[in-house]
């Protein structure tokens, strides 16, 4: 009876070297070869919107977090994409105006920081990479020339930011 007890541990003692290997050989994530998130004021509009960009091998899934770990984005493919793949996104959040949403309760809903990206490829492999998100928006452009309502040919026009 006794020696039936220690046979469990003795077989996890002798396949653990090869769990840990195992788990050493994992391999690491993919990176994606680009992945942002920017906040774009439009002061003519009176609005910001919260744009999302990333680029890598063929995948099937992606998913955004907050720099708290709360999941805010997740992409998933179906049909005859799901084993093709998409490379490239771009999305952008609505845009309510500023009356009707104020931008510091939107800088609240993405706060200053760093955000994870992680998504599975085609091939089942791992992707992941980060995106600092900074509330250090510049101020959009001064019109100093022409005057209002006046007009100058587009190829006299010499736009400095």
């Known amino acids: 009876m006794t020696r039936r007890r ?4 003795v077989l996890l003692l002798a396949v ?3 769990i840990v290997g195992a788990a ?5 994530p993919v990176p994606f070869a680009d992945a942002r998130l920017i906040i774009e004021v439009n002061a003519t509009d009176g609005d910001a919107g919260l744009q999302i960009l990333l680029d890598g091998q063929p995948w099937n899934q992606v998913a955004v977090f907050r720099l708290d770990g709360q999941q805010i984005i997740d992409f998933k493919t179906a049909g005859p994409v799901n084993d093709y793949g998409l490379t490239e996104l771009f999305s952008e959040s609505s845009e309510p105006p500023f009356t009707e949403f104020p931008l510091e309760q939107f800088k609240a809903l993405f706060p200053e920081g760093v955000y994870t990206f992680v998504g599975t490829t085609i091939g089942g492999a791992s992707l ?3 995106a600092t998100l900074t509330h ?3 101020n959009g452009p001064e019109i100093v020339s ?5 007009r100058i040919a587009s190829d006299q026009a010499v736009i400095r930011w």
Request: charge should be neutral.
């Open 16 to 18: 653990a070297p090869f």
């Open 136 to 138: 250090n928006i510049p």
């Open 146 to 150: 022409p005057q209002d309502g006046a």
């Open 128 to 130: 992941a990479g980060t």
């Open 24 to 28: 050493a050989a994992t391999p690491k």
């Open 6 to 9: 220690w046979v469990p541990f």
